[in-house]
C-alpha cells in the first residue's frame, strides 16, 4: 500500500468533504496514536487494532486531557457535534488509505457513542451539579455545623 502524507491525504479528503478542518484530523490520529498506545501497555506493548468504541473511549480522554473544559467548544469550533462526527472523520481517512480498517469496522460503530454534554462537560462540574448528586445542605442549627450565625454577619 502506497502511504501518503498527511497533507496529500487532507487535500484528498477535503476535495471531497470540507466539513472538518485541519486540526480535526490532526487531532483524530493524535488520539488514535493515544488509544493504540494505552491498549498496548496492557499488551506488553503489542499494538493492534483499535474498534470503534475504544477510539471513542480515547478521544474522550486524549481531548479531556488536552482541551480540559474547552473541549465541547473546540469541537463545535471544528464542527464536531457528536461521536458520529469522529466517525465520518474516521472514514473519510480510511477512504483515502491513511488508515485501515477490518471489515467489521463500519460509520455505525460511532453512533451514539457518547453524550457530548456529560462526556466532556460533566467532569469540569462541582460535584453539587453533576448528574444525579444532590448538594449536601448543613443546618445552622445543627451541632456539627462549623459555620454558626455570628459568622453571617458582616
Same mark, same amino acid.
Given at each position: 500500500? +502506497?502511504?501518503?502524507?498527511?497533507?496529500?491525504? *487532507?487535500?484528498?479528503?477535503?476535495?471531497?468533504?470540507?466539513?472538518? %478542518?485541519?486540526?480535526?484530523?490532526?487531532?483524530?490520529?493524535?488520539?488514535?496514536? +493515544? $488509544?493504540?498506545?494505552?491498549?498496548?501497555?496492557?499488551?506488553?506493548?503489542?499494538?493492534?487494532? #483499535?474498534? =470503534?468504541?475504544?477510539?471513542?473511549?480515547? &478521544?474522550?480522554?486524549?481531548?479531556?486531557?488536552?482541551?480540559?473544559?474547552? $473541549? !465541547?467548544? *473546540?469541537?463545535?469550533? /471544528?464542527?464536531?457535534?457528536?461521536?458520529?462526527?469522529? =466517525?465520518? &472523520? #474516521?472514514?473519510?481517512? !480510511? @477512504?483515502? =488509505? /491513511? *488508515?485501515?480498517?477490518?471489515?467489521?469496522?463500519?460509520?455505525?460503530?460511532?453512533? =451514539?457513542?457518547?453524550?457530548? @454534554?456529560?462526556?466532556?462537560? $460533566? %467532569?469540569?462540574?462541582? %460535584?453539587?451539579?453533576? +448528574?444525579?448528586?444532590?448538594?449536601?445542605?448543613?443546618? *445552622?442549627?445543627? %451541632?456539627?455545623?462549623?459555620?454558626?450565625?455570628?459568622?453571617?454577619?458582616?
Amino acid at each position: 500500500m +502506497h502511504e501518503i502524507s498527511f497533507e496529500e491525504a *487532507l487535500a484528498r479528503i477535503r476535495a471531497k468533504d470540507p466539513r472538518y %478542518p485541519r486540526d480535526a484530523y490532526l487531532f483524530v490520529r493524535e488520539a488514535l496514536d +493515544h $488509544t493504540q498506545k494505552t491498549i498496548a501497555k496492557g499488551r506488553r506493548g503489542r499494538l493492534r487494532h #483499535v474498534t =470503534g468504541q475504544e477510539l471513542l473511549a480515547g &478521544i474522550r480522554e486524549y481531548a479531556l486531557s488536552q482541551f480540559g473544559p474547552m $473541549t !465541547v467548544t *473546540l469541537f463545535a469550533e /471544528w464542527g464536531i457535534r457528536s461521536s458520529r462526527d469522529f =466517525g465520518q &472523520i #474516521v472514514f473519510n481517512m !480510511v @477512504e483515502v =488509505g /491513511w *488508515l485501515a480498517k477490518t471489515e467489521k469496522d463500519t460509520r455505525a460503530d460511532f453512533d =451514539g457513542g457518547y453524550d457530548f @454534554e456529560e462526556a466532556f462537560r $460533566t %467532569p469540569f462540574l462541582p %460535584p453539587s451539579k453533576r +448528574h444525579g448528586s444532590r448538594p449536601r445542605q448543613r443546618s *445552622l442549627h445543627s %451541632p456539627n455545623s462549623r459555620l454558626q450565625k455570628n459568622d453571617l454577619q458582616a
